[in-house]
């Protein structure tokens, strides 16, 4: 595609459900970043994949989070037994190689558990 | 780990004028320093970057500056416009092949551009 893609835009969740957020990067793109927005807040860093594998996971908030990547292309963040302070705009960005300085970032997913 | 200020987080100019806005990081291997604009309910946007072997540059009315010894970065909007208006985030990272390019984000600048 043109753009990061991430799916679905808006999730709003029970408070305890597990939910599942895509992400599509750009086509060839091996670097895949999710990051988190709180309201009013700056994004913070979550988990960085090279191809498939996370050699950097530092910033996944507890152990109810993780993300996989598939066929060095999408990427799925779960969260488990989400919390009301889950909720937050989740950003996904690729860029062309890990050592690549741009990141392109997709439209984010709104995520409010209540 | 790295850590980054950013201030202030609100700014309201009037139109023609220029705004700052300036950032403070932690870590002294941090190289690489990107200004992202994000609109009200869109994604962020790349608007300009600058890496630790430069001290300024420069993109038609945006402008960045960099100061290693202090730790600090700036940027500058000139002849600002309506739709300047927007919040801006400051970033920093250490960009690394093995850790890829994690940025560290301040907390942000909303910019209001009165006409």
Redesign the interface.
């Known amino acids: 595609g043109a753009g990061v893609s991430q799916s679905p835009s808006n999730k709003v969740t029970e408070k305890g459900k597990d939910v599942e957020l895509r992400c599509d990067p750009i086509s060839g793109h091996t670097a895949l970043y999710w990051y988190r927005q709180s309201l009013g807040q700056g994004l913070e860093f979550l988990i960085y994949f090279q191809g498939n594998s996370a050699p950097d996971k530092s910033g996944l908030p507890s152990d109810r989070f993780s993300a996989e990547r598939t066929g060095g292309s999408v990427s799925t963040l779960t969260i488990q037994r989400t919390q009301q302070e889950d909720s937050a705009v989740y950003l996904c960005a690729s860029s062309p190689q890990g050592h690549s300085t741009e990141a392109f970032f997709g439209q984010g997913t709104r995520l409010t558990v209540v | 780990g790295e850590n ?1 200020e ?1 201030h202030p987080s609100t700014l309201s100019v009037q139109e023609g004028d220029s705004a700052v806005i300036k950032c403070t990081y932690s870590d002294s291997a941090s190289n ?1 320093f ?1 200004w ?1 604009k994000q609109e009200l309910g ?5 608007i300009i ?1 600058i ?1 630790s072997n430069v001290g300024e540059k420069k993109d038609q009315r945006i402008a960045v500056t960099l100061n290693k010894t202090a730790k600090h970065f700036s940027l500058h909007i000139t002849e600002t416009q309506p739709e300047d208006s927007a919040v801006y ?1 400051c ?1 920093a990272s250490k ?14 600048t909303i910019l209001r551009v009165k006409s």
């Open positions: 980054v950013q690489y990107p992202y869109k994604r962020p946007q790349l970057d890496r985030f970033a960009v690394e092949m093995e850790y890829g390019n994690k940025l560290v984000f301040g907390a942000g």
